[in-house]
């Protein structure tokens, strides 16, 4: 069973907000509507870019279908499909879910959010701790960048994934325009030159979003996601100072189990819901 830490309203709202500025950048919208956050890319339809989350709307039913009919209405202006990402835990109102469900929404796949705990067993990453096969890349901005870091990191997330092979060139692109954000760090780890793992931190306000966490299956069982991950987190640290906290797909035990050994603690689970 998923260890579970309890926080107060005002944390998770924090940070979603959080969440929602770090998957903005660098050219996203946001939007506070006041008792939701909206993210938008006006250049991509895919339903991850285009969301609401945070909701807090009213108990009130009526109260309740206004807003829902005002969401619906907004995101037609914006030419995309109705989709909302409810709080793990704290969502307003408590069976939001099943409200949307009896509006037509279906969860596409839900997750936990997970927040270090115990920093303790996320060690920083000492050296000569490394096999003599593997290679840690550091990945600051622009300049840190070697020949192929790029387009490895985007094979590495299309194979850890499941994405098309071809897809790779784009994941490794929009990574390429975050790198100038200086509150961006990647990683990316090689055994005996080939790419093999990759994680990605975002520090700003208190917080770290680590993301973008993934090991090609051939070089699974390695402990290399766990290296990326520690690593993403002591990178992140020489940034700025923040709390690490991730998501993570709600029937991938391998990887809460990993992250749960690594001092994380859910939070709390929740579907991703989609108009269809």
Known sequence: MTRRLEIDA???????????HAHAIPSRETRDLGDALLLHDPRDGDPFWNRLQAVRWPQDPAAFDRRLAEALTLFAIIGRQPHVWPSPVHAGPPDLELRLRGNGFVDIGGGHVMVLAHPEAARPVREGELAGDVELRVIAGPGDAGPGDLEDTGQVLAGAFGAPAARAPELALDLALTLPDRRVVLVLVRVDGAAAATAKATTFGGWTYLSSIGTLPGFRGRGLGGLATRAAIQAAHAVEEGTPYLGVFSGNATAIRL???????SVGESPDLLLE
């Open 259 to 265: 992250y749960e050994r690594l001092g994380f603690r």
């Open 10 to 20: 005002a944390t998770m709202t924090a940070i979603e907000r959080h969440e929602l």
